[in-house]
């Protein structure tokens, strides 16, 4: 568990608090204690093992891994952008989370709520998308690439778009339309 979240405070609390004092003491250096299902975050398995004298026993556990990630600290609405101001970074337990998080390394800032956000709720990849940066009728830069040339012309956006996305064009001197990638506020750029 270390290894795999290597920042992370990670508490086991066993299941069964059985009492094992019935078993023979394990010699030095032969006692493995380990995870019967790796990828489990919440609930598992770990098997304890002795060589000498040879014994095994299973104990169900309860693990909490918690990591620093960014929560609301006020409620966010659907669409509305996230910023240091209704977010703040606090340890959370990562295990009945869907999704990936956001820490001081990979924030949330700049992303806009795909929904509405209570307090407190912590800020996954599920709640957030990337905000559209070329709107619909925007004047836009068409650059059309291959390996050797470069040519730029004047567009107009048919459609929203976000970072990265394809959206249809269209070519103001032509009237043609295409298809490019959304590359800033102002650039599609369309691949020959």
């Known amino acids: ?62 693990q909490k891994i918690l990591l620093d990630a960014y929560v609301a600290i006020s409620p966010i609405s659907r669409k509305q952008t996230i910023n240091p101001t209704n977010t703040d970074l606090i340890k959370v337990d990562i295990t009945e989370l869907r999704g990936d998080i956001y820490n001081e390394k990979n924030t949330p800032f700049g992303f806009i709520a795909s929904r509405n956000i209570n307090i407190n709720t912590v800020i996954t990849d599920k709640l957030t998308e990337l905000p559209i940066i070329v709107k619909k009728g925007a004047r836009v830069m068409i650059r059309a690439q291959s390996n050797t040339i470069s040519v730029k012309m004047n567009g107009e956006s048919l459609e929203n778009g976000i970072l990265g996305q394809q959206i249809r064009v269209k070519n103001i001197s032509s009237g043609r339309i295409v298809y490019g990638k959304v590359v800033s506020s102002n650039e599609i750029l369309v691949n020959y």
């Open 1 to 62: 568990m270390a290894a795999r979240y290597p920042n992370a405070d990670i508490d086991i609390e066993l299941e069964n608090r059985a009492d094992f004092s019935y078993l023979p003491t394990c010699i030095e250096n032969n006692l493995s204690i380990t995870n019967s299902r790796r990828d489990a975050r919440k609930r598992t398995t770990y098997t304890v093992e002795c060589t000498s004298p040879a014994w095994k026993f299973y104990v169900p556990v309860n």
